[in-house]
């Protein structure tokens, strides 16, 4: 069965860095593309970043935008999001999301294939 798993949350101080990542399995991967969203307590679960099959594409939403990046290994079937200058409203859920031959865009939640099981982010200020 298909499963996303992801690692690498945590802890940390405003202003520092995290990097979360994702491996998949039970799927080919160069079929997906993957992405991240996040839910914070109380709200809906939304877009965060995507990169393509290839890798050579990604988008981001506004709020990361110039501070998260994304990227995948296609030979390692992994997907990462490097995560610099946290703020306090980055503290979320994160989830690890594929999406079968879909070119890259903000996606919604609905369009999704597959889920990974989350890990949490809190950024103290």
């Known amino acids: 069965q298909v499963q996303l798993v992801e690692s690498g949350g945590g802890l940390v101080q405003a202003g520092g860095s995290l990097r979360l990542s994702c491996a998949a399995s039970?799927?080919?991967?160069?079929?997906?593309?993957m992405g991240w969203f996040r839910q914070a307590p109380g709200k809906e679960r939304e877009f965060v970043a995507a990169?393509?099959?290839?890798?050579?594409?990604?988008t981001y939403a506004d709020s990361v935008k110039g501070r998260f990046t994304i990227s995948r290994d296609n030979a390692k079937n992994t997907v990462d999001l490097q995560m610099n200058s946290l703020k306090p409203e980055d503290t979320a859920v994160y989830y690890c999301?594929?999406?079968?031959?879909?070119?890259?865009?903000?996606?919604?939640?609905?369009?999704?294939?597959?889920w990974g099981q989350g890990t949490q982010v809190t950024v103290s200020s």
């Open positions: 999301a594929a999406n079968y031959m879909s070119p890259v865009g903000t996606w919604t939640s609905t369009s999704i294939n597959y």
């Open positions: 039970g799927l080919t991967f160069s079929l997906y593309a």
């Open positions: 990169v393509s099959r290839s890798g050579s594409m990604t």
